[in-house]
């Protein structure tokens, strides 16, 4: 069973940059396929983008350009660089692999809060 722990959410003015990181105990993180996902307040999660093992990439339309998803497998670690943040980008960031259920369990995330 992998955990997975997110990090290096803050409050930033938009436009500034941000770097999340998710540590994942447990050597299978390789295998699996990875996403970061966020969810504002009144809204439903949603997918922000998704790595596979291979490191092939997806983002949500919002963020593409802007957002980059990496992972360092020998680091079992995954990151999200976030440039040109707005303030809807505001959120918690949560990571899980990829096709997560919303009825599965989510670590407590970590906040991104984007101030115009």
């Known amino acids: 069973q992998v955990q997975l722990m997110e990090a290096g959410g803050g409050s930033v003015q938009a436009g500034a940059s941000l770097r999340l990181s998710c540590a994942a105990s447990?050597?299978?993180?390789?295998?699996?396929?990875m996403g970061w996902y966020r969810q504002a307040p009144g809204k439903q999660r949603e997918v922000v983008a998704t790595i596979t093992s291979g490191g092939r990439t997806n983002y949500a339309d919002s963020v593409k350009g802007r957002f980059t998803i990496s992972r360092d497998n020998a680091k079992n670690t995954m990151y999200l660089q976030m440039n040109s943040l707005k303030p809807e980008d505001t959120a918690v960031y949560y990571c899980n692999p990829r096709n997560w259920p919303d009825d599965h369990y989510w670590g407590q995330g970590t906040q991104v809060t984007v101030s115009s």
């Open positions: 447990g050597s299978i993180f390789s295998m699996y396929a």
